[in-house]
């Protein structure tokens, strides 16, 4: 499929999903938020991919927010039904049954920043900037980030960072737990990749299970996602991967996955 604004590239079960409006620092608007929520759902069901990376077109910007100019004339109605249309997609990101990286190269603003707490990692290049300016333009986030910053990096950091509109740098990012790893620009590519084809090698419904948990264990109490963390461990014992995982550690060889 034709995308206007993006550029999709699979190979060795890794899909490479980049954000393609570099003359906007890859701003999302409407359009682009729609092929965003398309290319993803595709990669869900598509068997070829075992992975995907998100990353933005250009060395300065992973996503520089949603569109401003887009935005600007919104009324209130319009307003909220653009945040649902970002929370849409993000949560097609965050749900999506295989492990989403982001490859963050430049600045992760707004919209951007919240894409990039949509993945399940995020590797930062070391001009990459975070931060969540929507108060310098008069709003809040509206693609999740005062839901899924605070919970990723703890409320008293995220309402520094959301009440300021201050960005921090990839190493800042890093010690915050904002970032997963810091690479050379220049290497990011290659080290998302790598994560990547790692994660692709082991046990798939191993790897989806355990997204699942963590996503939807933490919105429970412990008890509860103990349970459900004991079912979904109860459920990899009918799979293939769990049997030959272990006969093959029992046999002292690699294992071969098939994802059943
Ligand atoms: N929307 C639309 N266009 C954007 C944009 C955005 N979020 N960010 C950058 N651009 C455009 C600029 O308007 C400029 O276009 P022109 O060349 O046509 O003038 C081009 O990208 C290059 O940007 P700059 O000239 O500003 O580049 P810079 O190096 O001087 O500054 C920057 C870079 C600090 C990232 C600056 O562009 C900036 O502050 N951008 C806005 C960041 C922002 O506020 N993001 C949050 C948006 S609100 C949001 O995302 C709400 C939400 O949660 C859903």
Same mark, same amino acid.
């Given at each position: 499929? /034709?995308?206007?604004?993006?550029?999709?590239?699979?190979?060795? +079960?890794? %899909?490479?999903?980049?954000?393609?409006?570099?003359?906007?620092?890859?701003?999302?608007?409407?359009?682009?938020?729609?092929?965003?929520?398309? #290319?993803?759902?595709?990669?869900?069901?598509?068997?070829?991919?075992?992975?995907?990376?998100?990353?933005?077109? +250009?060395?300065?910007?992973?996503?520089?927010? #949603? /569109?401003?100019?887009?935005?600007? &004339?919104? /009324?209130?109605?319009?307003?909220?039904?653009? %945040?649902?249309?970002?929370?849409? @997609?993000?949560?097609? !990101?965050?749900?999506?049954?295989? *492990? @989403?990286?982001?490859?963050?190269?430049?600045?992760?603003?707004? +919209?951007?920043?919240?894409?990039?707490?949509?993945?399940?990692?995020? !590797?930062? $290049?070391?001009?990459?900037?975070?931060?969540? *300016?929507? @108060?310098?333009?008069?709003?809040? &986030?509206?693609?999740?980030?005062?839901?899924?910053?605070?919970?990723?990096?703890?409320?008293?950091?995220?309402?520094?960072?959301?009440?300021?509109? /201050?960005? @921090?740098?990839?190493?800042?990012?890093?010690?915050?737990?904002?970032?997963?790893?810091?690479?050379?620009?220049?290497?990011?590519?290659?080290?998302?990749?790598?994560?990547?084809?790692? !994660?692709? $090698?082991?046990?798939?419904?191993?790897?989806?299970?355990?997204?699942?948990?963590?996503?939807?264990?933490?919105?429970?109490?412990?008890?509860?996602?103990?349970?459900?963390?004991?079912?979904?461990? +109860? !459920?990899?014992?009918?799979?293939?991967?769990?049997?030959?995982?272990?006969?093959?550690?029992?046999?002292?060889? &690699?294992?071969?996955?098939?994802?059943?």
């Amino acid at each position: 499929m /034709d995308f206007k604004n993006l550029l999709l590239e699979i190979a060795e +079960g890794v %899909a490479v999903l980049t954000i393609n409006r570099p003359k906007a620092l890859n701003a999302l608007n409407e359009e682009t938020l729609l092929e965003l929520e398309c #290319a993803v759902a595709g990669l869900g069901e598509n068997r070829d991919v075992s992975c995907v990376i998100i990353t933005g077109a +250009g060395e300065k910007a992973f996503v520089a927010g #949603a /569109d401003i100019s887009a935005m600007q &004339p919104l /009324d209130a109605a319009d307003g909220r039904r653009f %945040a649902k249309l970002g929370h849409r @997609v993000m949560a097609t !990101i965050e749900k999506l049954p295989k *492990p @989403v990286i982001a490859a963050v190269n430049g600045f992760a603003l707004g +919209g951007g920043c919240e894409l990039a707490l949509a993945c399940d990692i995020r !590797i930062a $290049s070391d001009n990459a900037r975070f931060g969540q *300016p929507e @108060v310098n333009l008069g709003v809040i &986030p509206g693609f999740g980030g005062t839901q899924r910053l605070p919970r990723l990096i703890g409320k008293g950091r995220a309402k520094e960072l959301i009440f300021t509109g /201050d960005m @921090v740098d990839a190493q800042e990012a890093y010690r915050i737990g904002l970032a997963n790893k810091v690479t050379p620009l220049a290497d990011l590519l290659q080290t998302a990749r790598e994560l990547a084809r790692k !994660i692709a $090698s082991k046990g798939q419904y191993a790897v989806r299970l355990g997204k699942e948990a963590i996503n939807n264990g933490l919105d429970m109490d412990q008890d509860k996602a103990n349970q459900y963390e004991a079912d979904l461990f +109860g !459920i990899c014992f009918a799979t293939a991967d769990q049997k030959e995982g272990m006969q093959a550690f029992l046999e002292k060889r &690699p294992a071969k996955f098939t994802g059943m």
